[in-house]
Every structure is written in structure tokens, then in C-alpha cells.
């Protein structure tokens, strides 16, 4: 006997980016989906009545924060915002190499 194989995509939670200019409504936006929790990297989530986690200090607490929310219930979690999480990432890399800026680790360095 000959069986059809099935193939079936693999399903994965869907990521979304919301971009936009500076107070045109993302935070809100993201906040107003029901049962979010949200990982509030700069100030202007607080005025939102939904569930979020303290700002992180830095980018290892913003780590252990996205780890965390591996094991809560909440099954949307929103990162406000991505810039400000990239600051954070930057801070953590230019401390740990001894530097100021990016551009003090030359071309091709800082990224490795």
C-alpha cells in the first residue's frame, strides 16, 4: 500500500512590528489588545491600564524579562520599544568592550 505524504507548515506565533512617527497611537494600540503584557522599555506606557513589567535597567534585565514572560499566561507580550531596547543593547556592548561609542571598536568590529 502507497501513502500521500501530508506536509504541513510548522506553526509559529506571528511577530508584529508597529512602526510610526513619535505619539501617533503605537502604544496605545499595542496596550488595547486584551490579556498583552507589556515590557515598557521607555516611559508612556503607564497611562495604558494593562498589565506591564517594571523598566528594565538594562539590557541583561531586559533579557531576563523576555525569558520571564516565557512563564506567565499572558499570551501577548509587547516590547515598547524595539529603539529603545537597541539603546540598551548598545550601552551593554560599549561597556563590556571599554569603549564610548561604536565607532571606537573600527570597521567591523563592534558586531561580532
Known sequence: ???????????????LLIYGPP???KTTLAASIPGSLMIQIEDGADAHGNDKLPQPTDFDNLIEQIEFCKTVEHRIVVLDSITEAGKLAE???????????LADFGFGKCYQ
Not at 1 to 15: G, L, N
Not at 91 to 101: A, F, I, P
Open 23 to 25: 505619539k501617533c497611537g
Open 91 to 101: 550601552q551593554k556592548v560599549l561597556t563590556e568592550g571599554g569603549k564610548s561609542t
Open 1 to 15: 500500500m502507497q501513502f500521500e505524504i501530508i506536509s504541513k507548515p510548522v506553526w509559529s506565533p506571528p511577530r
